[in-house]
């Protein structure tokens, strides 16, 4: 019997094992610490712009994080409402402590998988790096298994640093993982240092919360899975605060104190959520910057200061935390703090997310340079679920840039790597007006069903909310509006003349028809308002606008990238020769060999391979194709 | 003869020792019994026009002799270039531009004069116009994206009137372009002008004044027996494809004469048909004109041997050389009004039109955006525009928007 074992109790921990055990697969969670599976490391939210889009899509394909959030989120909102159908993002904050609960929960219920604590030591193969038959633990025991997927986060020879002050860990209280991470070294394969940071804890009771600026959550609260019956949690607002003067003052004057300014740090951090130095350093003029004062539970009396992510010495922390508004007697229990550790280069890995050189390995998560849970969440159901079908001589998975933001996350991944930390954003997916996470699950309703993890139910509701979204569509089609029909006064009343008659789509296509007079003549349509499970009226109104309306330009979008996408269907074959290609500089030889695209699409993606030179690689393939 | 390749010092030393690199030096090509004087000239990599090591060969002009040249160079590796392979290997080591390449194929396939001048007008590289445009859209594009990651965090707004007000111009200049990439590529095809007339209408006459003498190329239209002739010149700056309907010329039979069905594909593929009617007749003639009432929109009647005080319509005197209207009405009817050298230096390939025309499109789509849309939809347009301006270009999709992007926005947190 094949078994997987998932090294790692984090975000993308979760998502592998628990999609390995879904599928079917006799699968154990190694985990350094039982206690901390599903634990936030730094800010206590799920989602956001991008990120959100790919919670849904984990969902979808039978994820957990999505349904995590929902029985653990105390405030959720809607980002980038204003900025489209397509682009916008849910974002809720969690309960942490009831998150690690629910996820342990999770796991612990979940057939065909176990859980043990440990620290990995090293994998063990029959022959060189063939045959991977295990994983062998510090404490001396071996877990058998015929593939591993590891996940270690920001373990693997984790460093964590305040001011001038270092110490070994994979999180602050957690020891670090040093030998797994020599032995993946010692295979062969490129490393390099990356850094994180975090913001400061506070205790509630030192904050003046009515300084502050409060921000309350959507009423009601909208669900990020598919299959959530609704959001059991009380919610509460979250506050935003400013920085002042004086806070840039302190940060400036204390600059060659903190570890990332003082020297004191070697990896690359992330661009897009830079520590609260990066932002004064890089951004003088901006004045003022954005601080998010969220609870980190309910049950405690933590607060998360979103945006402060600092490694500046406690001392000087303090300070900082004094001078916002609301805050001048405020205690610190935390300091927030910034982390080094080891990652490896994503290049090294095949589309599925597979460790090229050695056989039986997965790795997914922070270990391959992102940074975020939801990231890390996404590729860690890849890579579990990959893992099983290799285990199961079945081809893999792999999502098109065009079919989810998962996708263009694990294609950015592999073909072009990473110098940063790499963090979704929607402005990474060219196909954007396609991706929208409201339907994700009906735009990966075939991948699903290939991979098997949702049950029938709720397969079924998926497949029941096409169907009824596909027949009143046709309804829509067929319906005629004209000043005697039941739409004419509606269609008035919006301030249109109805000359000639048009179909009810048609109508709903003008700008004038809001959500109220959309609402109206939908509900004229037989079935659109029977409740059904999944079903709402409401977000289905706005789905079906954005389809009418949008449909023009997602057309055209589509289209002008179809060259690209002819390409990513032309195979580069395992045993092509690139060196014996006659007319390839050397500079994109090079880049070739580095990158080793499976396809001609990933080629065309690599930075400095000109689309002349994936012609030339097109016309090769087809020549020794031919012979 | 040109050769091209890596190694070539080591690869051609059983034919002859290369000179040293750019000096015209005499050399003795021998092989199996054959003995060849040559003027041999060396550019070693990269400094050479496909950026490898290129060698020429000038020989003495027998073709056998080439030939057999040729064989021995096979047998030691070398082999007959495709065509384009030498501009191909070019552009892949980056000794060219790809506008730069599509120019240098057009020139070699130039056949008049105004295609040459017109092929070296773009051989320059990229026009700047093209340059300006990526200048402005790159910080719309930029601010875009940032509207839309991170818009309603940090108070980035994309205001649509102030985006569309700032891209009128290029907007505009696209619509110019396209007009003048349309009449390049009429130019550079050349404009295909089907002649049709009753017998004694003036087609010949026309045809002579039009063709000339000299630099007519005649062949003849396979499919179409001997009942069209294509014939290629240049009159006036403007590059002529001229299809002489010869079958409706020979015969009196009036069914045979109106014989347009066998002509039928030269009507369709033609810019325009000239239809000739003598200036005695009143009126074109009625029979032929139903004919040709399929191509209706493209007919231009054409009224020959006319005094031409007062005359409707076109009309030319070919014999006494009046062919001015002629001339207005090809350039009004096929380049949009525009004279050939107006149209140096236009995108003409297939390629770039059809970009061109996306490209125009993508501006025009955003300027009918309503007001109040969502920043999605100028977003993904204008991430539409970059991709095409990119693949305009030749250059890679943009890696480095990215960091343009956010260069200018402290975002993230």
Same mark, same amino acid.
């Given at each position: ?525 037989? =079935?659109? $308002?029977?409740?059904?499970? &999944?079903?709402? /009226? +409401?977000?289905?109104?706005? *789905?079906? %606008?954005?389809?009418? #309306? ?50 001609? =699409?990933? $080629?065309?993606?690599?930075? &400095?391979?000109? /689309? +002349?030179?994936?012609?030339? *690689?097109? %016309?090769?393939?087809? #020549?020794?194709?031919?012979? | ?413």
């Amino acid at each position: 019997m094949k078994q997987i074992v998932v090294i790692g109790g984090g975000h993308a921990g979760i998502e592998a094992a628990h999609i390995a055990a879904r599928m079917g697969m006799a699968t154990t969670l190694l985990t350094m610490n039982l206690d901390q599976i599903g634990q936030m490391s730094c800010n206590p939210s799920i989602g956001g712009v991008g990120k959100g889009h790919m919670v849904r899509e984990l969902d979808a394909l039978g994820g957990a994080m999505g349904r995590l959030i929902d029985a653990t989120g105390i405030h959720f909102r809607i980002l980038n409402e204003s900025r489209g159908v397509a682009v916008r993002g849910p974002r809720a904050q969690a309960d942490k402590v009831k998150y690690r609960i629910a996820a342990r929960h999770l796991l612990e219920h979940a057939p065909n998988l176990r859980l043990r604590q440990g620290t990995a030591a090293a994998l063990l193969w029959t022959e060189g790096t063939r045959g991977l038959k295990g994983v062998e633990l510090l404490d001396g025991s071996v877990l058998p298994c015929d593939a591993v997927v590891v996940t270690s986060g920001t373990f693997l020879n984790g460093r964590i640093l305040i001011g001038e002050r270092r110490m070994e860990a994979g999180r602050a209280g957690e020891p670090a993982s040093t030998h797994l991470a020599e032995q993946l070294k010692s295979l062969g394969l490129r490393c390099r240092r990356l850094k994180t940071g975090t913001s400061p804890r506070l205790a509630r009771a030192s904050i003046d919360f009515h300084r502050l600026e409060v921000q309350p959550g959507d009423a009601p609260p909208r669900p990020f899975s598919f299959f959530s019956p609704g959001i059991p949690q009380p919610q509460v607002p979250c506050h935003i605060v400013h920085t002042t003067a004086e806070t840039e003052a302190i940060v400036r004057e204390n600059l060659p104190k903190s570890s990332l300014y003082g020297g004191h740090i070697e990896g690359v951090g992330p661009r897009y959520c830079p520590s609260i130095e990066d932002k004064f350093v890089k951004f003088p003029d901006k004045g003022r910057h954005q601080i998010f004062v969220e609870p980190e539970s309910l049950e405690t009396e933590e607060i998360y200061l979103a945006g402060l992510s600092t490694s500046m010495p406690p001392e000087v922390q303090l300070r900082m935390v004094r001078s916002l508004p609301g805050f001048e007697v405020a205690e610190i229990l935390r300091p927030g703090y910034a982390i080094e550790y080891d990652s490896f280069d994503p290049l090294q890995l095949r589309r599925d997310l597979a460790v090229d050189e050695v056989e039986g390995v997965w790795f997914a998560g922070q270990i391959n340079g992102t940074t975020g849970y939801e990231e890390a969440a996404g590729q860690g159901l890849l890579a579990g679920l990959n893992a099983v079908r290799w285990l199961r001589g079945q081809e893999p998975v792999i999502l098109g840039r065009d079919q989810a933001y998962l996708g263009v996350m694990v294609d950015d991944l592999v073909t072009k790597g990473t110098d940063e930390p790499y963090r979704m954003l929607t402005a990474r997916a060219e196909h954007r007006l396609g991706l929208a996470c409201d339907v994700a699950d009906a735009r990966l309703l075939a991948v699903a069903r290939e991979i098997g993890a949702l049950t029938s139910r709720e397969l079924a509701l998926v497949e029941a909310k096409v169907e009824r979204r596909e027949r009143l569509r046709t309804q829509c089609d067929a319906a005629w509006v004209t000043q005697t029909s039941p739409f004419g006064p509606i269609a008035t009343g919006a301030g249109l003349r109805l000359d000639a008659g048009l179909a009810l789509s048609d109508l709903l296509r003008r700008q004038q028809m809001g959500p109220a007079e959309a609402d109206v003549c939908l509900a004229l349509l037989e =079935g659109w $308002a029977e409740p059904q499970g &999944g079903w709402n /009226p +409401a977000w289905e109104r706005d *789905l079906l %606008l954005f389809d009418l #309306r949008y449909a023009p330009y997602r057309d055209r979008e589509a289209r002008l990238l179809e060259g690209h996408r002819a390409w990513d269907h032309v195979r580069i074959p395992a045993d092509f020769r690139l060196e014996h290609l006659h007319g390839l500089s050397r500079e994109v030889l090079e880049k070739l060999t580095l990158h080793r695209p499976e396809t001609l =699409g990933q $080629a065309s993606r690599i930075p &400095g391979v000109t /689309p +002349a030179a994936v012609t030339l *690689l097109h %016309l090769h393939i087809h #020549r020794s194709e031919r012979i | 003869m040109r050769v091209s390749g890596t190694g070539l010092a080591a690869r051609l030393a059983p034919l002859l020792s290369l000179p040293e690199p750019r000096r015209a030096s005499l050399r003795t090509l021998r092989w199996e019994g054959f003995r060849e004087q040559a003027l041999v000239l060396f550019f070693p990599a990269p400094a050479s026009y496909t950026g490898e090591d290129l060698v020429e060969f000038q020989v003495h002009g027998n073709p056998l002799l080439v030939r057999r040249l040729v064989e021995r160079l096979g047998s030691l590796g070398v082999r007959l270039a495709e065509p384009g392979e030498f501009t191909r290997r070019a552009l892949l080591n980056g000794k060219q531009g790809l506008l730069e390449a599509e120019a240098l194929r057009d020139l070699v396939g130039a056949e008049t004069d105004t295609q040459i001048r017109l092929a070296q007008a773009r051989a320059g590289g990229l026009p700047s116009w093209l340059l300006e445009s990526r200048q402005a859209l790159a910080p719309w594009v930029a601010r875009a994206e940032a509207a839309v990651d991170y818009g309603e965090e940090e108070g980035i707004l994309l205001d649509l009137l102030v985006l569309n007000g700032d891209l009128a111009p290029l907007r505009s200049r696209f619509h110019v372009e396209q007009s003048r990439s349309r009449a390049a590529r009429h130019l550079q095809d050349g404009l295909r002008l089907a002649l049709v007339g009753r017998p004694n209408a003036g087609k010949s006459t026309l045809f002579n004044a039009l063709a000339g003498e000299d630099r007519a190329i005649v062949t003849e239209i396979p499919g179409t027996t001997r009942d069209v002739l294509e014939v290629r010149c240049e009159w006036r700056g403007l590059p002529l494809r001229l299809y002489d309907t010869a079958g409706l010329r020979d015969t009196e039979d009036p069914v045979e004469r109106l014989g347009v069905a066998r002509v039928h594909p030269v009507l369709e593929g033609a810019d325009l048909v000239l239809h000739l009617w003598p200036a005695p007749d009143p009126a074109p003639d009625p029979v032929l004109q139903a004919a040709l009432a399929p191509f209706a929109g493209k007919v231009l009647e054409v009224r020959t041997f006319g005094d031409l005080a007062g005359a409707p319509g076109v009309a030319i005197a070919a014999h006494q050389g009046d062919l001015d209207a002629l001339e207005v009405a090809l350039r009004d009817r096929i380049l949009g009004g525009l004279a050939p050298d107006a149209c140096l230096g236009a995108l003409a390939t297939a390629r770039q039109v059809a970009l061109l025309d996306d490209l125009a499109r993508q501006l025009d789509l955003l300027a009918g955006l309503a007001p109040g849309c969502p920043p999605e939809l100028p977003a993904s347009l204008l991430q539409g525009a970059w991709g095409l301006l990119a693949r305009l270009t030749g250059e890679d999709r943009a890696e480095r928007t990215l960091d343009e992007l956010f260069s200018g926005f402290c975002l993230g947190k």
